[in-house]
T-cell receptor, first 112, second 112 residues
Framework: NAGVTQTPKFQVLKTGQSMTLQCAQD?????MYWYRQDPGMGLRLIYY???????DKGEVPNGYNVSRLNKREFSLRLESAAPSQTSVYFC???????????FGPGTRLTVL | GENVEQHPSTLSVQEGDSAVIKCTYS??????FPWYKQELGKGPQLIID?????GEKKDQRIAVTLNKTAKHFSLHITETQPEDSAVYFC???????????FGKGTMLLVSP
């Protein structure tokens, strides 16, 4: 099993450009999550999907949209990138019954 | 919502010493407390977790203790090795939601 996979690993954007970060899991988990990690700020939840067909805002949702494409895939979209969105983005998946989450390897995004 | 405080932010020890990282949480309804290890350039990896129905859990050189009354939990690493050097995050589940709130992390450096 690959666990949680994310693409791309690295990305550089110019201010105003758009892009979609992809995440997939092969553990048959119901819940999926998007976090951003900034120095000294820990992991902050952007959006999550408790089950297929549902999405909810986390702590820092502004400037982002998400799509739960199916049970395996959960994408994060930046419609108009801003320098403040320079960060490392992590996707995670887990089960509601245990609250345990498993993380992907991350996408390092730089917005110039 | 839940608030998780983690201390210290950095910790330097000599190989073979013990290391202790402490976290406090605010929501008395939280009942799941995982710890993650993040190596440079990688995603957080779950290393141990504890639920509120137990006070201590051990796995080889690592252990976690939980004090529900004081609302704090700690990670203990014994006989530290250079490969233990990483950033460690504690977290607590958000009651009523399928989400976790993370501490800001502790950078552990183990010197040979």
């Amino acid at each position: 099993n690959a666990g949680v996979t994310q693409t791309p690993k690295f990305q550089v954007l110019k201010t105003g450009q758009s892009m979609t970060l992809q995440c997939a899991q092969d553990m048959n988990h119901n819940s999926m999550y998007w976090y951003r990690q900034d120095p000294g700020m820990g992991l902050r939840l952007i959006y999550y999907s408790a089950s297929e067909g549902t999405t909810d805002k986390g702590e820092v949702p502004n400037g982002y949209n998400v799509s739960r494409l199916n049970k395996r895939e959960f994408s994060l979209r930046l419609e108009s990138a801003a320098p403040s969105q320079t960060s490392v983005y992590f996707c995670a998946s887990g089960e509601l019954s245990t609250d345990t989450q498993y993380f992907g390897p991350g996408t390092r995004l730089t917005v110039l | 919502g839940e608030n998780v405080e983690q201390h210290p932010s950095t910790l330097s020890v000599q190989e073979g010493d013990s290391a202790v990282i402490k976290c406090t949480y605010s929501d008395s309804a939280s009942n799941y407390f995982p710890w993650y290890k993040q190596e440079l350039g990688k995603g957080p990896q779950l290393i141990i977790d504890i639920r509120s129905n137990v006070g201590e859990k051990k796995d080889q050189r690592i252990a976690v203790t939980l004090n529900k009354t004081a609302k704090h939990f700690s990670l203990h690493i014994t006989e530290t090795q250079p490969e233990d050097s990483a950033v460690y995050f504690c977290a607590a589940n958000d009651s009523g939601y399928s989400t976790l709130t993370f501490g800001k992390g502790t950078m552990l450096l183990v010197s040979p």
